[in-house]
């Protein structure tokens, strides 16, 4: 099993940034990647940005590229997502995920076995 917690979410001015926090613990010695998804009101969970723990290859989905960046740190089981030049359309609860075996897909939800609970992120206008 692999608990994961988020943090650093908040209310944030249009144009602004804040960085989000997931920390790991358990089973994170087979981590094999790492994601962020969004979900705003009343819309489906969505895509963000993931990462592969070896290698640290990331991807992005095509609203936050070049805004936001995912990274880790091995050391503390950590990832982050930095997310600059923020929108309204930002806003949406974040959420961490993790899975520990190999999966072609990482932009798909179904893809991942372990889920944070959550941060909630508003970018005001």
């Known amino acids: 099993q692999v608990q994961l917690v988020e943090s650093g979410g908040g209310l944030v001015q249009a144009g602004g940034s804040l960085r989000l926090s997931c920390a790991a613990s358990?089973?994170?010695?087979?981590?094999?990647?790492m994601a962020w998804f969004r979900q705003a009101p009343g819309k489906e969970r969505v895509f963000a940005a993931s990462?592969?723990?070896?290698?640290?290859?990331?991807s992005y989905a095509d609203p936050v590229t070049g805004r936001f960046t995912i990274s880790r740190d091995n050391a503390k089981n950590t990832v982050y997502l930095q997310m600059n030049s923020l929108r309204p359309e930002d806003t949406a609860i974040y959420y961490c995920?993790?899975?520990?075996?190999?999966?072609?897909?990482?932009?798909?939800?179904?893809?991942?076995?372990?889920w944070g609970q959550g941060t909630q992120v508003t970018v005001s206008s």
């Open positions: 990462i592969k723990w070896a290698g640290g290859s990331t």
């Open positions: 358990g089973r994170t010695f087979s981590t094999y990647a």
């Open positions: 995920a993790a899975v520990n075996k190999y999966r072609l897909l990482l932009s798909q939800v179904q893809t991942y076995d372990y």
